[in-house]
């Protein structure tokens, strides 16, 4: 029997697509239509950028809701339902913890667009930042930055990504919390900001439950909407931590184990 299932959540790295950015979209496409059918709302729930995600989806965007930046840009449809805003002594006081260390690479999130700093970056680092942040301009220095600040998106070595969790926690003091999604990234995201606050922020919306949310995720910033939704999938390919916090396991990105899960329940039955 097919569980009532009325919101869908997927994280999108790792997750939704494969390693080479892409997925089945007829294959989904179909499922879509069949979720749509039934009621069920297909929600994108990512670290990443609306216009990025946007851009992902494409045609289905339209009939979309978003959950981006770690659930500090919340999007039902063309309405935006909810933007953070970090206040800005506290977004001072990170960019100056920040430039005590030059190996941290800093994207600048705020609602216009996305921002990498001159001399603080290189080009490099700005073209594969674009692959996520399809909004983002180059500035001189963060503090002119005139926009709302939703977080801050950093890359570390990925073998001390829990040390710079640690230190970041230590210096900022509860000022924001750091969340990593794997992919040698950390976020740096307004305290109580995540993916299952935005999720909650839809849930109220549309009047529905938690028991009718279900979640798909595979990093350390996924765990709270995992723990939130009623159903909930780890990937196989997820740290054993987030297996933890997931009801179930499905298979890899890889395998398009999302989209494996949802046939179960929305596929054309025999």
């Given at each position: 029997?097919?569980?009532?299932?009325?919101?869908?959540?997927?994280?999108?790295?790792?997750?939704?697509?494969h390693r080479?950015?892409?997925?089945?979209?007829?294959?989904?496409?179909?499922?879509?239509?069949?979720?749509?059918?039934?009621?069920?709302?297909?929600?994108?729930?990512?670290?990443?950028?609306?216009?990025?995600?946007?851009?992902?989806?494409g045609e289905?965007?339209?009939?979309?809701?978003?959950?981006?930046?770690?659930?500090?840009?919340?999007?039902?449809?063309?309405?935006?339902?909810?933007?953070?805003?970090?206040?800005?002594?506290?977004?001072?006081?990170?960019?100056?913890?920040?430039?005590?260390d030059p190996?941290?690479?800093?994207?600048?999130?705020?609602?216009?667009?996305?921002?990498?700093?001159?001399?603080?970056?290189?080009?490099?680092?700005?073209?594969?930042?674009?692959?996520?942040?399809?909004?983002?301009?180059?500035?001189?220095?963060?503090?002119?930055?005139?926009?709302?600040?939703?977080?801050?998106?950093?890359?570390?070595?990925?073998?001390?990504?829990?040390?710079?969790?640690?230190?970041?926690?230590?210096?900022?003091?509860?000022?924001?919390?750091?969340?990593?999604?794997?992919?040698?990234?950390?976020?740096?995201?307004?305290?109580?900001?995540?993916?299952?606050?935005?999720?909650?922020?839809?849930?109220?919306?549309?009047?529905?439950?938690?028991?009718?949310?279900?979640?798909?995720?595979?990093?350390?910033?996924?765990?709270?909407?995992?723990?939130?939704?009623?159903?909930?999938?780890?990937?196989?390919?997820?740290?054993?931590?987030?297996?933890?916090?997931?009801?179930?396991?499905?298979?890899?990105?890889?395998?398009?184990?999302?989209?494996?899960?949802?046939?179960?329940?929305?596929?054309?039955?025999?």
């Open positions: 029997m097919t569980p009532d299932i009325r919101l869908v959540a997927v994280d999108i790295d790792g997750t939704f697509i080479d950015y892409t997925y089945d979209h007829k294959r989904f496409g179909r499922l879509f239509q069949a979720m749509k059918k039934t009621g069920c709302r297909f929600v994108a729930a990512s670290g990443n950028q609306y216009a990025q995600l946007r851009d992902v989806f289905y965007a339209r009939d979309m809701a978003f959950v981006a930046e770690n659930g500090a840009y919340v999007r039902d449809l063309d309405t935006l339902v909810f933007a953070s805003a970090m206040d800005l002594q506290v977004v001072r006081d990170v960019i100056e913890t920040l430039d005590k190996a941290i690479q800093t994207v600048l999130c705020g609602v216009e667009s996305a921002y990498c700093q001159r001399g603080k970056v290189d080009q490099a680092f700005y073209d594969l930042s674009s692959i996520y942040y399809h909004e983002l301009r180059w500035v001189d220095d963060f503090r002119t930055v005139n926009d709302q600040i939703l977080k801050f998106a950093l890359t570390v070595s990925g073998e001390k990504t829990s040390e710079y969790c640690e230190w970041l926690r230590q210096e900022l003091d509860g000022k924001v919390e750091s969340t990593t999604s794997g992919h040698d990234s950390i976020d740096l995201i307004v305290p109580g900001c995540h993916k299952a606050s935005g999720l909650k922020r839809l849930v109220e919306r549309w009047d529905i439950c938690p028991e009718q949310c279900a979640a798909f995720g595979d990093g350390g910033n996924d765990i709270e909407m995992l723990q939130y939704c009623g159903y909930s999938f780890a990937m196989a390919n997820a740290d054993e931590t987030v297996k933890k916090a997931a009801k179930a396991v499905c298979p890899s990105n890889e395998e398009d184990g999302v989209l494996v899960v949802l046939e179960q329940w929305f596929g054309e039955k025999p």
